[in-house]
């Protein structure tokens, strides 16, 4: 596996977790191989903005980026867990779909981008999927601005 692999971690359930770092370029072939290792079912799919945290721990030779894509393989059959952890630039959010891959992940890739911007090469229909069409933005990134509405309490003046 051309993967950074990180520590064994004991989850919730007692299944170890295996987090591997995978470069953007090799994001799709990881995917493939954690498949035929046999990781049957793509459990969770997101992203996270670490905009205001810019000086995380990383394993050496993986440089920050931005956006992290996670993707959290399950074993179902040999009770095994991956958690893929990809660096995706700012300057360039992009990501090859794992929908071809792992069908199931079709609308976590549709949440990411609609809360993340995070574009999935591949899709079959990146669209929005919680917030409406028109929406202007991605609500989930550290620098959206935060909307205001006024709250208007009983009896107060207006």
Excluded at 63 to 72: G, H
Excluded at 89 to 102: N, T
Excluded at 108 to 127: C, K, S, Y
Aim: aromatic share 8%.
């Amino acid at each position: 596996m051309s993967a950074t692999r990180g520590d064994a971690v004991r989850g919730v359930s007692g299944v170890a977790d295996d987090v591997r770092h995978v470069a953007r370029d090799r994001w799709l072939a990881t995917l493939r191989e954690c498949r035929a290792d046999g990781f049957e079912i793509c459990v969770d799919l997101t992203a996270v903005d670490y905009l205001t945290h810019p000086g995380r721990s990383l394993p050496e030779g993986v440089a920050p980026e931005r956006f992290e894509v996670v993707a959290n393989l399950l074993s179902v059959s040999s009770r095994r867990r991956a958690r893929l952890r990809v660096q995706v630039p700012e300057s360039d959010p992009r990501l090859a779909s794992a929908w071809d891959v792992y069908p199931g992940a079709e609308a976590m890739e549709r949440e990411v981008w609609d809360m993340f911007g995070v574009a999935f090469d591949g899709h079959p229909d990146l669209t929005r999927i919680l917030m409406p069409e028109d929406w202007e933005g991605h609500p989930l990134r550290k620098d959206y601005a935060q909307g205001e509405i006024p709250v208007q309490f009983k009896g107060a003046p207006s």
